[in-house]
């Protein structure tokens, strides 16, 4: 039979399979050589359940009811299972279902009705991803987010400005109506109180050196140049507004329910969801993705949540922060201290041990040398051990005490902020999941699973920060959400790759690298196995103003026993770009 090319044509082969479908309670689009089709026949002969089977090989228009199938299913590969009329997919997906007992009910014709194919618990990168993906494969798809307020009352989301509501088209009305009347902060992290402010206010530092270096280079301005913190902090959180805007209304064009309302889980498929005035909802769905990601860690000493605030709360400071402490050696420690630094202010960074843990030493090194040459001062080998309030203001004073980790030592200085990034928790504990079973590292709240995102629970995923010994980076949650989606419901088989990573830590000089670091490449293949390629340079956009010889580096690790690079670091104002582009 050729191929078919007339609507007609196509109408009538979808009417053949469907009737297949609907007549048969087993229905196996198969290929008699296949060893996955042999697999999956031979479950049903062991269950003893009578099947009607296709092979596509052995028909003269096989290609074609393949490709029906990929039009109706989204997936090509056989075997293509149907049961009771439900689409149940390949051979892993009805082996799965066989181990966890969905097969069963399936078979029986017991399968419970829910309300939703998917519910997704998180609005973040990851959960906004994987949702908008379920529901472009045709499934009902519910989103739950909500942000719990820090100590200090800060939450995320802002409302669009009146003049910034009005620019949007008269056809988007129904999609504004909910930023007229409250907030909403969808994106998560990234968007709200990461990625997004974190490199716009890093930009804003750039910025104030550039035009430092902006005379030598022949331009001329008299006044004295100074920043204003309030313009800058409208000008970003207006910008973030403008995304949460875009977030809902994508959600709602592809028919995707946003609930701003906190879920726990009460039953293994039903959540009860609580919203800011104490409703509760609840919702069934067959499958959950969990993608609740994190929050900063406190120090659990007196005066910390009281007194100290976290990078949840510095993008939408309602004033300039003045002498600043960080306390930590976190990758968002040294990204805040270093912009804001870069704002002209007086910063402290208090380490207890070692810059950035888990990256390349010598390259944390390096970043941390550039931050302590352009003015950053450095406490290290010190904890705090309580903040005091000296005077309420905006900002006040406080007062700190930190000892040594070396000695007895005691540290006390007066500070405007007292900035918190040791750390952040993954968002697990208050969800629900010791009442369905789903396992959780108690030591850090994250949640482990298998290499497709699978918990322990056969009917729920996680995605994003909360997984064990993965990146918490806003692509790779992009990314697993997408890939993620497809496998559950387009019978896609393409998995994340958590390996080989490009990231960027945007200190002043920024550090952007990709795969192990020299200490890990060490351990795994030992020191004499190592070719190390390395090189300092000085920019030529540093030349002229005369700043940083020789202060940026490159290097790359190699592999000599198959001669495979294993490591690219670069250290460079604009080393996030550069890595980038190298990978």
Not at 243 to 253: E, H, K, M, S, T
Not at 327 to 333: E, L, N, T
Not at 479 to 504: F, H, I
Request: net charge negative; aromatic share 8%; proline share 4%.
């Amino acid at each position: 039979m050729p191929p078919i090319e007339k609507d007609t044509g196509k109408t009538e082969l979808k009417s053949q399979i469907q009737q297949l479908i609907d007549s048969n309670q087993v229905m196996v689009f198969s290929k008699s050589y296949c060893p996955y089709c042999v697999k999956v026949k031979d479950l049903f002969k062991e269950l003893n359940v009578e099947y009607n089977v296709v092979e596509l090989d052995l028909i003269e228009d096989g290609t074609n009811y393949q490709e029906m199938l990929l039009e109706m299913t989204g997936q090509k590969s056989v075997p293509n299972v149907f049961i009771n009329k439900s689409h149940v997919g390949g051979c892993d997906k009805t082996m799965q279902a066989h181990e966890d007992g969905s097969l069963k009910q399936l078979l029986s014709g017991d399968a419970e009705a829910y309300e939703y194919d998917l519910i997704v618990i998180g609005g973040g990168s990851g959960g906004l991803a994987c949702s908008k993906e379920a529901a472009m494969l045709g499934k009902k798809v519910m989103v739950l987010d909500y942000v719990v307020p820090t100590p200090k009352g800060t939450t995320w989301g802002k409302m669009l400005p009146l003049p910034e509501l009005n620019k949007a088209p008269a056809t988007h009305e129904k999609y504004l109506t909910p930023y007229r009347c409250g907030r909403s902060g969808l994106g998560g992290t990234c968007v709200n109180v990461g990625c997004i402010p974190k490199k716009l206010m890093h930009q804003t530092a750039v910025l104030g050196t550039s035009m430092q270096d902006a005379r030598k280079f022949g331009w001329e301005f008299s006044e004295t140049v100074k920043h204003n913190w309030d313009t800058m902090k409208t000008a970003v959180n207006n910008y973030i507004g403008s995304l949460n805007w875009g977030y809902r209304v994508a959600l709602r064009d592809k028919d995707v329910n946003y609930v701003n309302a906190y879920a726990e889980f009460i039953e293994p498929h039903k959540v009860k969801a609580t919203n800011k005035r104490g409703k509760e909802t609840f919702h069934t769905a067959a499958k959950f993705i969990l993608a609740t990601g994190e929050r900063p860690r406190y120090l659990g000493i007196p005066g910390d949540k009281e007194y100290c605030i976290t990078s949840d709360d510095l993008f939408s400071l309602p004033h300039s922060p003045g002498k600043t402490l960080v306390i930590g050696a976190s990758y968002v420690a040294l990204e805040c201290g270093g912009f804001l630094a870069g704002l002209g202010l007086d910063v402290t960074v208090m380490v207890r041990s070692i810059l950035l843990r888990g990256f390349d030493q010598e390259m944390a090194n390096r970043a941390g040398e550039h931050m302590e040459e352009h003015g950053v001062k450095f406490l290290r080998k010190y904890v705090p051990v309580k903040v005091e309030e000296l005077e309420a203001g905006t900002p006040g004073r406080l007062k700190v005490t930190a000892k040594s980790t070396e000695s007895e030592e005691i540290f006390e200085g007066e500070y405007n902020t007292v900035l918190i990034a040791v750390g952040r928790d993954a968002c697990t504990d208050k969800v629900g999941l010791d009442a369905i079973g789903v396992k959780v590292n108690p030591k850090n709240g994250k949640i482990p699973v298998n290499d497709e995102e699978q918990t322990n629970v056969p009917h729920v995923y996680a995605i994003g920060d909360i997984l064990e010994g993965k990146w918490e980076l806003t692509p790779v949650a992009i990314q697993a959400g997408k890939l993620l989606a497809r496998r559950l419901y387009k019978g896609a088989t393409l998995k994340c790759d958590y390996v080989n990573v490009p990231t960027t830590v945007f200190t002043p000089m920024e550090y952007g690298c990709c795969g192990l670091s020299e200490e890990k490449a060490t351990e795994l293949y030992g020191e004499e196995n190592l070719e190390v390629y390395h090189s300092l340079f000085w920019p030529l956009e540093f030349t002229v103003p005369g700043r940083d010889n020789n202060r940026c580096y490159g290097k790359i690790i190699c592999n000599k026993l198959d001669n495979i690079f294993t490591t690219m670091d670069v250290t460079k104002s604009s080393g996030g770009d550069i890595q980038q582009a190298g990978c």
